[in-house]
């Protein structure tokens, strides 16, 4: 993928070009200095020169498997790219190093004339060689790659958000009926004679749907169960943090809200076992253990997992038969590639999205069945390449042309299956725009069945220089980029907030394997697992460090640009050794790593955009951390910082600064925050009577969260507030027992998406607060939370969703628009710490028109008795909320906007956008209240 490599570093040498340093090193001095101004027009003509062969290569890359010489002619290519890098990224290192330290800046760049005279030399020495080897790529007729390449070439431009929005609902999935029935009926079984648990097992090859299956099966039966948890298992687990997340996610699940025990990440495997085995006993409990690689997986917690209940079951998914043979007898489901009707419904279905009937074209039905049958009825390879299509045109020679490519990916490996897939997928990634490719191949670098939060791979992907220029924010081209690799469904998606953004997701395991091999063949990035005993030499760009490293050779570090750490052993001795031997690093990712120091020689690294240290054990930055001149994102989240050097204000380009919400009272005085004013996201910062003051100046902010705000902050925060004119996410934490006042004065930036008040909100602070909202018409989240309690509602536009929810676990589910919800809630006296013994029912009114009411569904049968006291009534619906067990009887009034009302306990998250590794109980479309005259 050299053009890849090119359009980076032609991303890279614009910055550099335009950047103030280089402007700054430009000066009246250094006009007697012929050695910058000549570096510089070399600089300049090398931009050049790629940006005239950066066409030639998209083409060339589409035959590399077809043509030697042309492999060979990409690997040269790439090569020679990544030499230029290192000349500019050691230029860019040199003008950092000049803003340090107490000699004149004058004197120094002295210093660097023999470099400068050095950097140049090689810059022409490339160029040479540049030109000599597109001097013997001349023989070949470019119009006609063109030609054989075009049905390959990546539809340019990212696609609109509307259009994108397309993805699979649970009415899309076929072929799964059978198999569901199956598993249905294994656990509803209810054997008198088996003592044990049963153990259930799902066979398949990766990318046949087993993972969809269970999930399917699991939002039915989990609610018939007393405790339930899924949890992913990884090819190199590690027992006790196996049994940790088992632990975890029965609790996180728990119907009575049991909190995970403190000390779980201190426990050893005897504790574990023993703590697991004290919370199952007597309980009727399901489990999912997905993606099952070995045999000893049972063995090592079966322990914790024994009972004398006979109803509890146990399901694994798994690629590996012997896997699937723990089984117990006549438990074993082994899925089969789609039938050719399945198989067909299934392409159709993600093809056509665009139309509304989902009907393959006639014209187009005898290649598109070629093309299905290709596929082998493999329902990632059917759904990948049905993707790819959607976006062609709908021309019998077109799809011909994809066709061709297909047969001869296909033709030499019809016997294998696996194969097949491994190919087929390769095609999608060979069809990816350039500016998507170091996108995709960048997501192999985390961990498997990694949980990728959105807004952290967003930030990646600015820090590293992927990112075109489009006249808008950086961060939303790279949110589009997002979106486009869901839709082409190279990425996953794990969550969806309320408004469909994505919020997190993952890579397929067998995507992940093609990416990671493409990306250690481009030296693009070598991720080291287990199967290494050390980190043996190479010159890829990135290392990922996935497991713990024995030896690291420190030998020709320098082409490094990225390290990223997601193994907790991380050693100080060790990092002190990365960083002395990689000064040229961009991205420095630590999260989560136990070392309790920085080393200094962090404050070397001139270069760097992105520096990740959430969760991690240090109590303080290196005071010098303001020679970072060129770092953008800044994460020290969920740390143990208590305090911030003085040092973090000179950091002009800072983007993102995220603090500790833990330490956050001990990070108040950041004494100079109105320098940053460049600032678009700032969270967790803690509030006194400065801060709410000086961050007027960060006008720039679209995000912005506070904390330990006091009735006596509000007028000078407010006033701060209103000066935020691109603010789109605002979050408020008020201090215990202090109330958000003068509410009537906050002027809400026009762009606000999402607004949460985590403070005591009496009726007159919200009535002030609702005179805000006429001209609001992006608001799509609203949160008002009571820390009494801890209840809280949320409001949420677009669907619609109203959640009254407890320590954070939803409650109820309405829909209605949000002048409605403000002028009900009015009306809702607070259940909670009113002196009422616990299920006692409170009751609150709001009078409205006539409603039509439906049936409610109740979870105690004291509130059931009440419901159905009340419901004969048609004027009115009545809703129970469970707030700590409390039934709680709301009476709602007819709102004239009211759609409708859904009575069940339901997770947080859109349930139809979840993963299908973790998809919550589905929300039911018949129990609803309809209001007469309703628009939806």
Avoid at 134 to 146: I, L, P, Q, S, V
Wanted: net charge positive.
């Amino acid at each position: 993928m050299a053009e890849v490599v090119v359009s980076s570093l032609l991303l890279n040498i614009r910055a550099t070009l335009v950047s103030e340093a280089t402007k700054s090193a430009t000066s009246l001095l250094l006009t007697r200095i012929s050695a910058m101004k000549e570096l510089l027009e070399d600089v300049s003509d090398i931009k050049d020169e790629l940006e005239s062969m950066q066409s030639f290569l998209q083409i060339a890359e589409r035959l590399k498997q077809k043509e030697e010489s042309t492999k060979i002619f990409i690997k040269q290519t790439r090569d020679l790219a990544f030499d230029i890098e290192d000349i500019i990224d050691e230029f860019t290192y040199k003008l950092g190093e000049e803003q340090g330290g107490v000699l004149p800046i004058a004197i120094k760049r002295c210093r660097n004339i023999k470099t400068w005279h050095h950097l140049s030399k090689r810059l022409k020495e490339i160029k040479i060689k540049l030109q000599n080897i597109m001097e013997r790529r001349k023989r070949y007729d470019t119009r006609g790659m063109e030609n054989e390449a075009r049905p390959l070439i990546a539809v340019g431009g990212s696609k609109s958000r509307a259009e994108l929005a397309h993805f699979v609902k649970e009415d899309d999935i076929v072929g799964i009926d059978k198999y569901r029935d199956l598993l249905l009926g294994w656990l509803k079984d209810e054997d008198e004679q088996q003592r044990q648990h049963v153990i259930i097992s799902v066979l398949g090859m990766g990318g046949l749907g087993k993972t969809t299956l269970v999930t399917h099966v699991y939002n039915i039966i989990k609610a018939t169960f007393d405790a339930c948890a899924w949890v992913v298992v990884s090819e190199n687990y590690n027992t006790d943090d196996l049994l940790r997340q088992i632990l975890k996610e029965f609790c996180r699940e728990d119907r009575e809200k049991r909190v995970v025990p403190n000390n779980i990440d201190t426990m050893d495997y005897r504790s574990l076992v023993e703590t697991t085995r004290t919370y199952l006993q007597y309980k009727r409990y399901v489990l999912i253990l997905d993606n099952v690689w070995s045999t000893n997986v049972m063995d090592k917690i079966k322990d914790a997992l024994l009972n004398s209940n006979s109803k509890s079951r146990i399901i694994l998914t798994t690629r590996i038969h012997k896997v699937a043979l723990l089984a117990n007898e006549h438990r074993m489901c082994e899925l089969k590639l789609l039938e050719v009707d399945h198989s067909w419904d299934l392409f159709c279905k993600n093809a056509f999205w665009k139309s509304a009937n989902r009907i393959c074209p006639p014209p187009l039905e005898q290649c598109a069945k070629k093309i299905v049958e290709k596929c082998g009825g493999l329902p990632l390879a059917i759904v990948s390449i049905a993707r790819l299509l959607s976006f062609r045109e709908q021309t019998g020679s077109e799809w011909e042309k994809v066709y061709k490519d297909l047969e001869w990916y296909l033709t030499n490996n019809e016997s294998e299956v696996h194969e097949k897939v491994y190919d087929i997928l390769k095609l999608s990634l060979d069809d990816l725009p350039h500016y998507l490719r170091n996108c995709f191949l960048y997501c192999s670098s985390f961990p498997e069945d990694y949980r990728i939060e959105s807004d952290k791979l967003i930030w990646l992907w600015v820090a590293e220089g992927f990112i075109e220029e489009r006249g808008i924010m950086m961060e939303e081209v790279a949110e589009d980029y997002l979106y486009e690799l869901v839709h082409r469904c190279l990425l996953q998606v794990v969550y969806r907030d309320e408004v469909g953004r994505v919020c997190a997701c993952r890579m397929h395991d067998v995507v992940r394997v093609l990416a990671l091999s493409e990306s250690e063949e481009l030296s693009f990035c070598m991720a080291y697992e287990q199967s290494r005993t050390k980190l043996q030499r190479s010159k890829a760009r990135r290392l990922s460090i996935l497991s713990n490293i024995t030896n690291y050779c420190t030998e020709d570090k320098s082409h490094s640009r990225s390290v990223l750490v997601f193994n907790k052993s991380m050693s100080y001795d060790l990092l002190k050794s990365v960083l002395r031997s990689s000064k040229f690093l961009r991205v420095l990712e630590l999260q989560g790593a136990l070392i309790e120091k920085l080393p200094n020689e962090i404050c070397n690294l001139f270069n760097l955009h992105y520096l990740g240290l959430r969760g991690i054990k240090i109590k303080e930055l290196p005071r010098s951390i303001g020679k970072l001149q060129k770092l953008q994102i800044l994460d020290i989240g969920e740390s143990e910082i208590e305090k911030l050097p003085k040092g973090i204000t000179e950091l002009q380009k800072l983007r993102h600064l995220v603090l500790s919400y833990n330490s956050s009272n001990n990070i108040q005085a950041l004494a100079g925050i109105q320098c940053l004013k460049g600032l678009h996201s700032l969270a967790n910062i803690g509030a006194t009577r400065k801060i709410v003051r000086d961050v007027e100046a960060s006008t720039e902010l679209r995000t912005f969260s506070i904390t330990g705000v006091r009735t006596h902050h509000c007028a000078d925060l407010w006033n701060s507030i209103t000066k935020m004119n691109h603010l789109s996410t605002l979050c408020i934490m008020s201090e215990c027992g202090q109330k958000l006042q003068q509410l009537g004065i906050l002027c809400l930036p026009l762009p606000i998406q999402r607004l949460h008040l985590h403070s005591e909100l009496d009726k007159d602070s919200l009535l002030e607060l609702a005179t805000s909202f006429g001209s609001l018409t992006n608001l799509t989240t609203l949160t008002l939370a009571y820390f009494k309690g801890y209840f809280s509602i949320n409001y949420k536009k677009g669907t619609e969703y109203l959640l009254a929810t407890e320590a954070y676990r939803p409650i109820i589910v309405l829909k209605r628009p949000l002048l409605a919800f403000l002028l009900a809630l009015l009306r809702v006296s607070h259940p909670l710490n009113q002196g009422r013994a616990q299920g006692a029912l409170s009751r609150c009114t709001v009078p409205a028109q006539p409603l039509c009411v439906g049936r409610i569904a109740t979870k105690t049968c004291r509130a059931r008795r009440h419901a159905h006291a009340l419901l004969p009534c048609r004027h009115s619906a009545f809703v129970a909320l469970y707030p700590l067990n409390r039934p709680v009887l709301v009476e709602l009034g007819a709102v004239p906007a009211l759609f409708s009302l859904v009575g069940r306990g339901v997770d947080s998250r859109d349930p139809r956008e979840l993963s299908p590794r973790r998809n919550p109980e589905m929300l039911p479309t018949t129990n609803i209240l309809s209001a007469p005259g309703s628009r939806d």
